[in-house]
Nanobody
Framework: QVQLVESGGGLVQAGGSLRLSCAAS????????MGWFRQAPGKEREFVATINWSGRSTSYADSVKGRFTISRDNAKNTVYLQMNSLKPEDTAVYFC???????????????WGQGTQVTVSS
């Protein structure tokens, strides 16, 4: 089992920045690729970004490319999502997830956090 706890969400004005963190415990963190997903009210949960076990390979949704950066610190069992130039359409609950392979499809992810709310005001 892997337990994931997100933090760092909040209310920010458009154009602002937030950094989300996801702390992992349980099985060896560095064995897993990590992903960030988000879900807005009334919408499907969608892929945001993923990072492989070493941190050397990342992938992003087109909607966040150039604005968001995913990173990880295996010594701290933590994955991060730096979000810059935030837009109102980025408003959602953000979830981190763990997978045995880096993927943009949520069905590949075995473990999920409880989510953290990000609200971007216009």
């Amino acid at each position: 089992q892997v337990q994931l706890v997100e933090s760092g969400g909040g209310l920010v004005q458009a154009g602002g920045s937030l950094r989300l963190s996801c702390a992992a415990s349980g099985r060896t963190f560095s064995n897993y690729a990590m992903g960030w997903f988000r879900q807005a009210p009334g919408k499907e949960r969608e892929f945001v970004a993923t990072i492989n076990w070493s941190g050397r390979s990342t992938s992003y949704a087109d909607s966040v490319k150039g604005r968001f950066t995913i990173s990880r610190d295996n010594a701290k069992n933590t994955v991060y999502l730096q979000m810059n130039s935030l837009k109102p359409e980025d408003t959602a609950v953000y979830f981190c997830a763990a997978s045995t392979s880096s993927a943009s499809t949520r069905t590949y992810y075995d473990y999920w956090g409880q989510g953290t709310q990000v609200t971007v005001s216009s």
